[in-house]
C-alpha cells in the first residue's frame, strides 16, 4: 500500500467508526472454490467486484450460512434449496469462518461446516454456549441477487422486512404467541376427547327417563306391602351402587400400582443402552460417563421412591380386599332378608327380576350421569381457560400490531412523499381460506370458490359460530352459498377440531408498500421490475444498527437512480451503518467512496482475491471491470464531450 494511499485509508478509519452497531470484523474461507480467501472488512461502505463466476454471489450466501439465516422452507422452499445447493457446492468440505463485533462491543467468531450446526466462539478460539437463531448474539440483512424484487411481490418477505427495524420487541412478542398457540393446542387436546365422551353419555342416557318410569310404575302399583317392597327394592339397588363404588376403588388402585410399576427401572434399563465403550473411553469419556451416572444415581432414588410408593399402594389394597369381603358379607346377609320377603308376596316376587334388572341400569345410567357432569365441569373449565387464552392471543396481535404501526411510521417520516408504507390489521386471510379448503377437500364442492366466499363473508370466529348452530340460512344469505353448498360446508366444519383451528387461525397483517407515480400511489407489486426495486431499496438503505449486505442493489435500476437515490443513501448511512455489496456498478464504490473494495477472480476451479483496498488502490480493476477498461471510458468521454 502506497504512503498517500495509506494515509486516505487512516483518514477514512478515524472519519468513520461505528459504535453502537453490528459489524463484521472479517470473512474468511478454509475450503472449497473460495479457499483461503479472506475478506477484512471496513466499517462504512465495502464492494466486492470480480466478474462473473469470480464467487462474489457464494461468498455472500456463505455469510447467510454461517449465520444460520437462510430463508425457512415454509416461507420458500425452492430458494432455500437453491441456495443449499450452492453453499453445498462451494463450500465442499471446508468452513466459512466470521469474525463479528456486537454493538455492545463484544467480539465473537462465528464457524460453520457444511451440514454443521454453526459454533459462537470467543475472539480466542474458545467454544461459548451462544447460538444465532435467535438474533439475540448478533443481526445482519441480507439479501440476495433480484431478492429485492422479490419482497416487492411478497407480503409475507414485506412484513419480515418491516418487523426487521423492530426485531428484538417482535421476536418477544411471536415467541410468546408460540407459547400461547401451544398452550391452546393443549387445550384443544383435552376438550376434544371430552366432549366426545359427553356426546356418547347423553346419547346413552336418553333411556334414562324410560328406565325410571318403569320403576316408578312397580313403586306404585297399589300393593298394600308395596312401602315394603320398594323399600328392599331400593336397598337391594344401594347395595348394587356399593359393589360399584367398591369395584371402581379397586380398579383405580390397580391402575396406579400398573403405571408406578411400568416406569419403575426404565430409567436405568435406558440410560445401560446408552453409552457404549468405544465412547465411554473417548477423549470425552469423563464427561459422558459423569453424565450417564448423575442419570443412574436419579434412576436409583427414582426406583426407591416408586417401590415405597408401591408398598403404600399393595398395603392400601390389602385393606381394600378386607373391605371388600366384609362388604360382600354385609350383601349376602341382606340379600337373604330380601329373598325371605320376596317369598312371603308372590306378585312382587314374580316381578323382583325385572324390576333388579331395571335398578342394575338405572345405576348404571346414574353413574354415567355423574360421569357426564364430572366431564361437563372439567369442559366448562378447560372452555374457560380456553377464553382466556384467546384474550390473551387478541392482545398480542394487537400489540404486534401496534409496533409494526410504529414502524411504518417512522419509514414515512423517512422516505415520503416518494414513498408510502402501512398496515392492515388482520389484512391477509391466506392462512384462514387454506384452512377452509383443506377442511372442504372432499367435500364434492369447488372448494376454492367456496372458501373464498366463505372468507369474504365471515371472520373466523363468526363462521365457528354459524356451524356450531348450524345456521344454513345465514349462511347461505351471507356468504351468497346455495343451500347444498351451505349444508356441505355446515358438515365438513361442524368437528370441534375444526372449530377450534377456525378460533386460532391466524389473520396475518397486511403489508402495504406504494411508490409515488405522478399524483397517485401504485401498490408495488403492481410496479415494473425497476420501480419494485426504486420502491424496496430504499427502506433496506435506511439506518438500522445490522450490516446491510446486498447483492447487485443496482439490479433493474437506471444509472440516474443510482446516482441520485442510491448513492446519496449510501454516503449519508454509511456513516451509521456498515456496508457490504456485491455490484457491477461503478457508481456505488467510486461515488459512494467504498472505504474498501475487494477484488476476486478465477481460474474456473479456484477463485482468490486478486486485490483489496481502496478505491484508489483498486481504480485500475474497477475500470476495468466495472467501466469496460481504459479505452471504452475515454471513448464514451469523447463521445459525451466531456
Not at 55 to 80: C, W
Not at 511 to 521: K, V
Not at 594 to 612: C, I, M, P, Q, T
Request: aromatic share 4%; hydrophobic share 40%; glycine share 6%.
Amino acid at each position: 500500500m502506497s504512503t498517500n494511499a495509506l494515509q486516505h485509508e487512516n483518514q477514512k478509519r478515524e472519519a468513520i467508526r461505528l459504535s453502537g452497531c453490528h459489524r463484521l470484523k472479517s470473512i474468511a474461507v478454509i475450503g472449497g472454490f473460495l479457499d483461503g480467501a479472506r475478506l477484512d472488512l471496513a466499517d462504512g461502505l465495502n464492494c466486492v467486484i470480480g466478474a462473473r463466476g469470480t464467487g462474489k454471489t457464494t461468498a455472500l450466501e456463505l455469510v447467510r450460512y454461517a449465520m444460520d439465516a437462510l430463508h425457512s422452507a415454509d416461507a420458500d422452499a425452492a430458494y432455500r434449496r437453491r441456495t443449499e445447493s450452492l453453499v453445498q457446492r462451494n463450500l465442499a468440505g471446508g468452513q466459512i469462518e466470521l469474525e463479528i463485533e456486537t454493538k455492545e462491543g463484544l467480539a465473537y467468531i462465528i464457524t460453520r461446516g457444511w451440514g454443521e450446526d454453526p459454533m459462537v466462539l470467543t475472539a480466542d478460539r474458545k467454544p461459548t454456549d451462544l447460538t444465532l437463531r435467535s438474533g439475540d448474539v448478533f443481526r445482519a440483512d441480507i439479501f440476495s441477487q433480484n431478492e429485492v424484487e422479490r419482497i416487492a411481490d411478497q407480503t409475507g418477505m414485506q412484513l419480515e422486512l418491516l418487523d426487521a427495524f423492530e426485531a428484538e420487541a417482535i421476536a418477544e412478542v411471536n415467541a410468546q404467541l408460540g407459547q400461547l398457540w401451544n398452550a391452546l393446542q393443549a387445550n384443544a387436546s383435552q376438550i376434544v376427547p371430552l366432549e366426545s365422551r359427553l356426546a356418547a353419555i347423553t346419547e346413552e342416557l336418553r333411556c334414562l327417563p324410560a328406565v325410571e318410569a318403569r320403576l316408578q310404575a312397580y313403586a306404585t302399583n297399589g300393593e298394600n306391602t308395596s312401602g315394603e317392597i320398594n323399600q328392599a327394592h331400593f336397598l337391594k339397588a344401594l347395595r348394587d351402587r356399593e359393589d360399584r363404588v367398591a369395584g371402581g376403588v379397586s380398579e383405580v388402585m390397580a391402575e396406579a400400582r400398573k403405571a408406578l410399576d411400568g416406569v419403575r427401572g426404565r430409567i436405568q434399563a435406558r440410560i445401560s443402552g446408552i453409552v457404549d465403550r468405544e465412547v465411554a473411553e473417548g477423549p470425552n469419556g469423563i464427561l459422558v460417563q459423569t453424565t450417564a451416572r448423575l442419570a443412574s444415581q436419579c434412576g436409583d432414588a427414582v426406583d426407591r421412591l416408586i417401590e415405597q410408593a408401591l408398598a403404600h399402594i399393595v398395603g392400601t389394597q390389602q385393606q381394600i380386599t378386607e373391605q371388600a369381603k366384609k362388604l360382600s358379607l354385609a350383601h349376602k346377609e341382606q340379600e337373604i332378608v330380601f329373598r325371605s320377603l320376596m317369598a312371603k308376596h308372590q306378585q312382587a316376587q314374580g316381578m323382583a327380576a325385572e324390576r333388579t334388572r331395571l335398578e342394575k341400569a338405572r345405576n348404571d345410567l346414574l353413574a354415567k350421569r355423574w360421569l357426564r357432569d364430572e366431564l361437563g365441569e372439567r369442559r366448562g373449565a378447560l372452555r374457560q381457560e380456553r377464553n382466556r387464552l384467546l384474550e390473551e392471543l387478541s392482545e398480542l396481535h394487537d400489540r404486534r400490531f401496534a409496533i409494526r404501526q410504529a414502524v411504518a411510521g417512522r419509514l414515512n417520516g423517512s422516505l415520503a412523499p416518494a414513498i408510502r408504507v402501512s398496515v392492515v390489521q388482520y389484512g391477509n386471510p391466506e392462512l384462514y381460506q387454506r384452512l377452509l379448503e383443506s377442511a372442504l377437500r372432499g367435500a364434492r364442492i369447488k372448494q376454492g370458490v367456496v372458501a373464498g366466499k366463505v372468507v369474504t363473508a365471515f371472520w373466523p370466529a363468526e363462521l365457528s359460530e354459524v356451524v356450531a348452530h348450524k345456521n344454513i340460512e345465514f349462511l347461505v344469505h351471507r356468504a351468497e352459498l346455495n343451500y347444498e353448498q351451505a349444508e356441505k360446508v355446515i358438515a365438513a366444519l361442524g368437528s370441534s377440531e375444526v372449530l377450534f383451528q377456525l378460533e386460532t387461525v391466524e389473520l396475518l397483517d397486511l403489508p402495504q408498500i406504494e411508490l409515488r407515480d405522478g399524483a397517485t400511489y401504485k401498490d408495488c407489486s403492481t410496479l415494473s421490475t425497476g420501480q419494485k426495486c426504486t420502491a424496496i431499496l430504499p427502506i433496506l438503505l435506511l439506518e438500522s444498527d445490522r450490516p446491510l449486505l446486498i447483492d447487485q442493489p443496482e439490479d433493474n435500476l437506471d444509472n440516474r437512480f443510482i446516482f441520485e437515490t442510491v448513492v446519496d443513501s449510501i454516503r449519508k448511512i454509511k456513516r451509521r451503518r456498515q456496508l457490504i455489496f456485491v455490484t457491477h456498478n461503478p457508481n456505488i464504490p467510486v461515488l459512494g467512496d467504498a472505504e474498501r473494495v475487494f477484488v476476486l477472480e478465477s481460474d474456473g476451479s479456484k477463485a482468490r482475491k486478486a486485490n483489496e483496498g481502496t478505491v484508489e488502490e483498486c481504480k485500475r480493476e474497477i475500470v476495468t471491470l466495472l467501466e469496460g477498461g481504459e479505452e471504452a471510458f475515454r471513448l464514451r468521454k469523447q463521445r459525451y464531450a466531456y
